[in-house]
């Protein structure tokens, strides 16, 4: 599942906004971004945590020459599932039923009032404007084709 179709799948339960739900996965995405940058982790309950790792400089090869190269210290990122994702994923635990989105009923004063502007607002008679009509493009005589031995 790519971001694209993250976003489709949460839709329905911002009253199928697509763009509301971009809002609210980015603005989750940004939290965890700029919390694990700052050195915190994050944790979220029967998920798991995202966590900021330094590694050490050690000693690698290179696959092609063999040759002994160094390799510099870094800072990775790093997720551990939680207990509760794991005995689902292994099929221990079984999930439970996904929640189902809230269905609103649009109200229907804000309903009415939209019919009542549509009465109110008169229609102009269009003025009849004057259509060129085009000459037909001439066509290019066709190609004789050349037979080759």
Do not use: C, W, Y
């Not at 919390?35 to 945590?49: L, R, W, Y």
């Not at 804000?110 to 549509?118: G, P």
């Amino acid at each position: 599942m790519n971001k694209a179709q993250f976003i489709a799948a949460l839709a329905p339960h911002f009253n199928g906004s697509k763009k509301d739900a971009a809002h609210a996965v980015d603005v989750v995405f940004d939290t965890i971004v700029r919390n694990m940058s700052a050195g915190n982790d994050v944790m979220i309950n029967d998920f798991g945590k995202f966590k900021k790792v330094d590694r050490k400089a050690r000693m690698g090869r290179n696959p092609f020459t063999g040759e002994t190269i160094k390799i510099k210290a870094s800072k990775k990122a790093r997720f551990l599932p939680a207990k509760a994702l794991k005995e689902i994923i292994a099929g221990d635990r079984k999930l439970g039923p996904a929640p189902k989105p809230e269905v609103k009923a649009a109200p229907k004063a804000a309903a009415k009032k939209a019919v009542a502007k549509k009465k109110v607002a008169k229609k102009k008679p269009a003025a009849k404007k004057k259509v060129a009509k085009k000459a037909p493009a001439k066509r290019k005589p066709a190609k004789k084709a050349v037979k080759r031995r």
